[in-house]
């Protein structure tokens, strides 16, 4: 006996996507899009990093280079510190000419640069032409500015008089400016060789030769913009009513911004304090725009891609560990599943490999939240602790400890500020600001993937003595524990035996036989009669009653078909904006295959093991490959609808999508043909019919 559900899925997506001679461009437009979609899906994730990640670190820093060099050209980059004087109170040294020109040149071109990198985002210039603007544009910005540092750090004296106060060593310091330069000149580098690495991409064909961007990821470059836009223009302001040096304003302004507030730089004057309400606000809104995108970027493609991959490799593993006689099957290093390969009838063996798949599903899942929470919390660590480092030497005139610089940075990531330490070097306000800046991804990642993880744990755990406690659940404490207890061992081998359960309650044991089936195919066969019963009335199963009896049964099966077509369709729109998305139960997913397998003829063979022979890799991919191009559909292979880029709702959709239009195309040809020549759909109400009477049978049976 065949399986209902048998038809592959592969064969029924090939059907329902094969065009007619009407609608053949439309319909080969929708296979070259999945086929895109598929290998996106699929490819490495350096082709992620390289189409996606690399133009968006460069739309967020590019910005943040341009506005350090707009501070390295606003102030002299020496400063002459008297005798008994300290920094804060030195004369400035006018700069040679020479540098003031080529830090206007950097300048100018990191701007160009930016524009052409912000018109390609926006699909206003193309990719061949933007990017090598873009690359030249920051490489040329970066060696320009590198030129005038080492010309400055060659010699403390340079192009100084030596009757001049500030010809000595001693009397002599740069100021945050040269700081900001430096600064400026590696993220314009960076930025260069990361939009390399897209464009090379581009020329070897990994991806299309443009930027594959969301909104939320697009307006980020703009967002950055206005967001430093506005920290400069703010300093200036303040630092003409306050009458600071601007870059201790820029500091003030970063300081203010991120909500920091150490204290070292406050409003003094009646103006500047009316000025702090409006200013301090619109920079926080725009700060959480940035936060935001920044979030939605991390969220929509780098966790699916990562996901996409971790899954695959799972999947692999799973699926090789099974031979040799073997009857169990490695989810992972602590999670085992047992299954038994001797069945007769295919869908015992499809719901092991779709419970299987699952399990591939949730562990992959899991396992992503956890790294990636890893590698966030080493990203912060590595963040806390270098910039440490980098405080106790640039502090060193004030004596800071190591230690003493841990809790001064400490106090700044988390905006608690008690200001008791504050950088006073030129160099450390430069590098506070950058420093600070890079703290807003980093946590903000941070705070993403600990809400996955230990909040969501956190929140688990206080449900749960909650229902210990004051707030006992209907089961009682008695049941609490217990599901504590399952859940805690619920990764042991013995806790996942697929043998145990399966449609209709059948003992999925050694040797089933033929009743096994029958049974089998009753069972889901009624399943599925009960939900297509759901969207009938009384009326309508009467008349289709009467229809039974007077022997016109295919008319009406194939209207009630398009019915249920229509109606499932409208019915899964309600899952379609599910957050997370929804997972649909094994009987759901045996019920819209039925649904979709309208036109195929292949069937799976009855007594297959539960991982094809297809699937174990041999020694070499390139053998795979020649020997297994089409293998047989799978729960287990890469064409399964659990994975991909879309969610199981739009799977079905677009399935379900499909078949309608194809049998609204069928149905203006039925006029036409003869009996034999019609299709009879894939369901029917004599399902619903037959098993009416059997529920029936049921009830009135002692």
Same mark, same amino acid.
């Given at each position: 006996?065949?399986?209902?559900?048998?038809?592959?899925?592969?064969?029924?997506?090939?059907?329902?996507?094969?065009?007619?001679?009407?609608?053949?461009?439309?319909?080969?437009?929708?296979?070259?899009?999945?086929?895109?979609?598929?290998?996106?899906?699929?490819?490495?994730?350096?082709?992620?990093?390289?189409?996606?990640?690399?133009?968006?670190?460069?739309?967020? $820093?590019?910005?943040?280079?341009?506005?350090?060099?707009?501070?390295?050209?606003?102030?002299?980059?020496?400063?002459?510190?008297?005798?008994?004087?300290?920094?804060?109170?030195?004369?400035?040294?006018?700069?040679?000419?020479?540098?003031?020109?080529?830090?206007?040149?950097?300048?100018?071109?990191?701007?160009?640069?930016?524009?052409?990198?912000?018109?390609?985002?926006?699909?206003?210039?193309?990719?061949?032409?933007?990017?090598?603007?873009?690359?030249?544009?920051?490489?040329?910005?970066?060696?320009?500015?590198?030129?005038?540092?080492?010309? !400055?750090?060659?010699?403390?004296?340079?192009?100084?008089?030596?009757?001049?106060?500030?010809?000595?060593?001693?009397? #002599?310091?740069?100021?945050?400016?040269?700081?900001?330069?430096?600064?400026?000149?590696?993220?314009?580098?960076?930025?260069?060789?990361?939009?390399?690495?897209? /464009?090379?991409?581009?020329?070897?064909?990994?991806?299309?030769?443009?930027?594959?961007?969301?909104?939320?990821?697009?307006?980020?470059?703009?967002?950055?913009? &206005?967001?430093?836009?506005?920290?400069?223009?703010?300093?200036?302001?303040?630092?003409?009513?306050?009458?600071?040096?601007?870059?201790?304003?820029?500091?003030?302004?970063?300081?203010?911004?991120?909500?920091?507030?150490?204290?070292?730089?406050?409003?003094?004057?009646?103006?500047?304090? &009316?000025?702090?309400?409006?200013?301090?606000?619109?920079?926080?809104?725009?700060?959480?725009?940035?936060?935001? &995108?920044?979030?939605?970027?991390?969220?929509?493609?780098?966790?699916?891609?990562?996901?996409?991959?971790?899954?695959?490799?799972?999947?692999?593993?799973?699926?090789?560990?099974?031979?040799?006689?073997?009857?169990?099957?490695?989810?992972?290093?602590?999670?085992?599943?047992?299954?038994?390969?001797?069945?007769?009838?295919?869908?015992?063996?499809?719901?092991?490999? $779709?419970?299987?798949?699952?399990?591939?599903?949730?562990?992959?899942?899991?396992?992503?939240?956890?790294?990636? !929470?890893? /590698?966030?919390?080493?990203?912060?660590?590595?963040?806390?602790?270098?910039?440490?480092?980098?405080?106790?030497?640039?502090?060193?005139?004030?004596?800071?400890?190591?230690?003493?610089?841990?809790?001064?940075?400490?106090?700044?990531?988390?905006?608690?500020?008690?200001?008791?330490?504050?950088?006073?070097?030129?160099?450390?306000?430069?590098?506070?600001?950058?420093? &600070?800046?890079?703290?807003?991804?980093?946590?903000?990642?941070?705070?993403?993937?600990?809400?996955?993880?230990?909040?969501?744990? $956190?929140?688990?755990?206080?449900?749960?003595?909650?229902?210990?406690?004051?707030?006992?659940?209907?089961?009682?404490?008695?049941?609490?524990?217990?599901?504590?207890?399952?859940?805690?061992?619920?990764? #042991?081998?013995?806790?996942?035996?697929?043998?145990?359960?399966?449609?209709? =309650?059948?003992?999925?044991?050694?040797?089933?036989?033929?009743?096994?089936?029958?049974?089998?195919?009753?069972?889901?066969?009624?399943?599925?009669?009960?939900?297509?019963?759901?969207? !009938?009335?009384?009326?309508?199963?009467?008349?289709?009653?009467?229809?039974?009896?007077?022997?016109?049964?295919?008319?009406?099966?194939?209207?009630?078909?398009?019915?249920?077509?229509?109606?499932?369709?409208?019915?899964?729109?309600?899952?379609?904006?599910?957050?997370?998305?929804?997972?649909?139960?094994?009987?759901?997913?045996?019920?819209?295959?039925?649904?979709?397998?309208?036109?195929?003829?292949?069937?799976?063979?009855?007594?297959?093991?539960? /991982?094809?022979?297809?699937?174990?890799?041999?020694?070499?991919?390139?053998?795979?490959?020649?020997?297994?191009?089409?293998?047989?559909?799978?729960?287990?292979?890469?064409?399964?609808?659990?994975?991909?880029?879309?969610?199981?709702?739009?799977?079905?959709?677009?399935?379900?999508?499909?078949?309608?239009?194809?049998?609204?195309?069928?149905?203006?040809?039925?006029?036409?043909?003869?009996?034999?020549?019609?299709?009879?759909?894939? /369901?029917?109400? =004599?399902?619903?019919?037959?098993?009416?009477?059997?529920?029936?049978?049921?009830?009135?049976?002692?």
């Amino acid at each position: 006996m065949s399986d209902p559900i048998d038809e592959p899925i592969k064969q029924a997506a090939e059907e329902l996507d094969s065009p007619s001679p009407d609608d053949k461009g439309q319909h080969a437009g929708r296979r070259d899009s999945g086929d895109l979609e598929d290998r996106d899906y699929t490819n490495p994730n350096r082709y992620w990093f390289e189409s996606t990640a690399c133009p968006l670190i460069a739309g967020t $820093f590019g910005p943040m280079a341009s506005a350090f060099s707009i501070c390295a050209l606003s102030s002299s980059w020496r400063v002459y510190i008297p005798p008994g004087g300290t920094v804060n109170n030195g004369t400035t040294i006018d700069d040679p000419k020479w540098l003031l020109a080529i830090n206007a040149i950097s300048l100018a071109l990191a701007l160009i640069a930016n524009g052409s990198l912000l018109l390609n985002m926006a699909h206003r210039l193309r990719f061949s032409i933007a990017q090598p603007i873009t690359i030249v544009g920051f490489t040329v910005s970066s060696g320009l500015l590198i030129a005038d540092i080492i010309a !400055l750090s060659i010699s403390h004296n340079y192009q100084l008089p030596s009757s001049s106060p500030a010809y000595t060593a001693a009397h #002599h310091a740069l100021t945050s400016a040269f700081y900001y330069a430096i600064m400026a000149a590696g993220i314009y580098l960076i930025i260069a060789l990361l939009m390399c690495l897209t /464009v090379y991409g581009a020329w070897k064909g990994h991806y299309a030769r443009q930027f594959n961007l969301t909104t939320s990821q697009r307006t980020l470059m703009l967002q950055t913009m &206005s967001f430093f836009t506005y920290l400069l223009l703010g300093a200036l302001v303040f630092s003409h009513i306050e009458e600071w040096e601007y870059l201790d304003a820029v500091y003030w302004a970063d300081v203010t911004l991120l909500t920091v507030g150490l204290g070292d730089y406050s409003p003094t004057k009646h103006t500047a304090r &009316s000025l702090f309400f409006p200013y301090a606000i619109g920079g926080i809104v725009i700060l959480g725009l940035v936060v935001g &995108s920044i979030r939605s970027l991390v969220l929509e493609r780098g966790q699916k891609k990562i996901s996409a991959r971790m899954m695959e490799k799972k999947r692999l593993r799973a699926v090789n560990s099974v031979g040799n006689g073997k009857q169990r099957m490695r989810i992972s290093r602590f999670q085992t599943i047992k299954f038994v390969e001797s069945y007769t009838h295919a869908a015992q063996r499809r719901e092991q490999e $779709f419970k299987a798949m699952r399990r591939v599903q949730e562990c992959a899942e899991r396992d992503r939240k956890w790294v990636a !929470l890893a /590698v966030s919390t080493t990203a912060a660590f590595v963040l806390w602790l270098a910039g440490s480092a980098i405080f106790h030497v640039a502090e060193r005139e004030q004596h800071w400890t190591y230690f003493q610089t841990m809790y001064f940075t400490y106090t700044c990531l988390l905006t608690i500020g008690y200001g008791d330490f504050t950088p006073t070097s030129n160099s450390s306000k430069a590098f506070f600001v950058l420093w &600070s800046l890079l703290a807003v991804p980093t946590l903000t990642i941070l705070i993403s993937d600990m809400g996955d993880t230990v909040v969501q744990l $956190f929140s688990n755990f206080t449900v749960w003595i909650g229902s210990l406690t004051v707030l006992p659940s209907e089961q009682g404490i008695r049941s609490a524990m217990r599901n504590a207890w399952d859940s805690l061992t619920a990764t #042991h081998p013995s806790h996942h035996k697929h043998h145990d359960a399966h449609p209709g =309650g059948v003992s999925q044991t050694e040797g089933a036989n033929a009743d096994d089936s029958a049974a089998q195919h009753m069972s889901m066969t009624d399943r599925i009669a009960d939900r297509m019963a759901k969207h !009938l009335e009384a009326e309508e199963l009467e008349d289709a009653l009467a229809a039974e009896q007077h022997g016109e049964t295919l008319e009406r099966d194939i209207h009630f078909y398009n019915f249920l077509l229509a109606r499932e369709t409208q019915r899964m729109m309600k899952d379609l904006n599910a957050s997370p998305p929804k997972r649909y139960e094994w009987g759901e997913w045996e019920y819209f295959l039925k649904l979709m397998a309208n036109d195929a003829d292949a069937y799976d063979i009855n007594g297959e093991k539960i /991982v094809p022979e297809e699937l174990r890799l041999p020694e070499t991919r390139e053998e795979w490959k020649r020997k297994h191009v089409d293998h047989r559909w799978s729960w287990l292979s890469r064409a399964s609808p659990l994975m991909g880029n879309k969610s199981e709702t739009e799977w079905i959709l677009e399935r379900l999508g499909a078949c309608l239009e194809k049998e609204l195309r069928e149905s203006r040809l039925l006029p036409y043909r003869t009996r034999e020549e019609k299709r009879r759909p894939p /369901v029917s109400m =004599g399902d619903m019919i037959r098993r009416g009477r059997k529920k029936q049978q049921e009830d009135d049976s002692p």
